[in-house]
């Protein structure tokens, strides 16, 4: 068989192979975050009406643009975000397989797939579950192990160590970063221009918490046990107990009062008029620690603290484009799906195919290793650069 032949049918069924996993990992991305298993119903349903989709239906790419992304069933929108996900997938697995050798690839496919999963996922739900971060920690040191040749070496006991440590390098210079902006930038404060009605409402295992007309999860503002939320009042009424021009100082499950001490649990309501507002607020989720250390244990120390200075630097380029032209703007944008491709598309393959020597003149990373994928880590942080204060 000639060369040429050889490699176009081996690199075709890349690219179907991860359309395929494509269609899977969209069925993690839908599940995952609403505790649904990716087992039962064993068959993908519509959204909508949740009938089974037959397999005929189903097939990856060609399905949703026959179908016009409709449900043949009920007629109802099919997103986007599925056809995106499987071409990604199905352009990254091609591009992974055109650049490295196969032990590499494979376990490069299974790297994408865990970022592919855990970006869209927090593009829709603002999480990074563990299945995605943890699980990442762990197939990266096993996949060291098994192929040292991503650790660049070959020795599997050096691999193994060198991808555990680069994982730890990962979540303990992200926590100091965090911990550090948690001191310097901890606190909003927002002063009302008149006073303002507030309300807590206990609702099932949270509450709802009005300030005004802006209404939102109680459970939304404490990231971590310590952190305080206080409201400076000219009146209160908790339940029935009635205070008058008091500082509220709220912890999670708790609330302190003029020195009494009220656990959230035994109160159904509290309302009053707020001057001010003091809230807790972070930079970033705990679950970027974890991504950052799932990046390292497939790619490496130096990955660590490239994705760290480029997402920053990305971030901060994001954070004064929104200074200029409004928030709103860039966030409706970053929401279009076709930028979800063109995300995924130009990070994504941009690394994998400078090994190729496409690209040799814009970005010299020392490993080809550190040359795969850092998109999403990058945009987590451009979305971190459009949602802060």
């Not at 990442?136 to 991808?163: E, H, K």
């Not at 939320?229 to 003029?258: M, P, S």
């Not at 020195?259 to 008029?273: R, Y």
Request: hydrophobic share 50%; charged share 20%; proline share 4%.
């Amino acid at each position: 068989m000639h060369k040429p032949t050889y490699e176009f049918l081996f690199g075709a069924f890349a690219f179907v192979i991860g359309a395929a996993v494509g269609s899977f990992l969209n069925v993690c991305i839908y599940r995952w975050p609403v505790d649904l298993s990716i087992n039962r119903p064993r068959r993908s349903f519509c959204p909508n009406c949740k009938q089974p989709i037959p397999w005929q239906q189903n097939l990856p790419l060609i399905s949703w643009i026959v179908l016009r992304g409709r449900c043949a069933n009920c007629g109802a929108k099919i997103s986007f975000r599925y056809f995106a996900v499987e071409l990604v997938t199905a352009l990254l697995f091609l591009a992974i397989w055109e650049s490295f050798p196969w032990q590499v690839a494979i376990a490069y496919w299974v790297f994408v797939s865990f970022l592919i999963i855990g970006t869209f996922i927090d593009f829709e739900h603002f999480i990074i579950p563990d299945r995605v971060t943890i699980g990442g920690v762990i197939a990266g040191v096993a996949f060291s192990v098994a192929v040292p040749a991503l650790m660049g070496t070959d020795s599997r006991l050096a691999a193994g160590v060198r991808s555990f440590l680069a994982a730890a390098l990962g979540y303990v210079i992200l926590w100091i970063v965090l911990e550090a902006g948690k001191i310097a930038f901890g606190r909003k404060r927002i002063r009302f221009e008149a006073p303002t009605p507030f309300t807590w409402a206990k609702r099932d295992d949270d509450a709802d918490f009005v300030v005004g007309t802006e209404e939102s999860l109680w459970s939304d503002y404490f990231a971590r046990e310590k952190d305080r939320l206080l409201l400076i009042c000219e009146e209160v009424r908790i339940d029935h107990q009635t205070y008058g021009n008091v500082t509220l100082d709220f912890r999670y499950d708790r609330v302190t009062a003029e020195g009494h001490v009220t656990m959230l649990d035994d109160v159904t309501h509290i309302s009053g008029v707020a001057r001010e507002l003091v809230i807790p607020r972070e930079a970033m989720g705990r679950g970027d620690l974890k991504f950052l250390a799932a990046i390292g244990a497939f790619l490496g120390w130096r990955a660590v603290l490239f994705s760290l200075f480029a997402g920053s630097l990305l971030g901060s380029i994001v954070g004064l484009i929104t200074l200029v032209v409004g928030m709103d703007l860039i966030w409706r944008l970053a929401q279009l799906p076709g930028c979800f491709l063109a995300r995924f598309s130009c990070g994504g393959t941009e690394r994998c195919l400078v090994r190729n020597r496409l690209l040799p003149t814009l970005i010299r990373i020392p490993t080809p290793a550190h040359r795969l994928l850092y998109s999403c880590w990058l945009f987590e942080n451009a979305r971190v650069g459009v949602c802060a204060d």
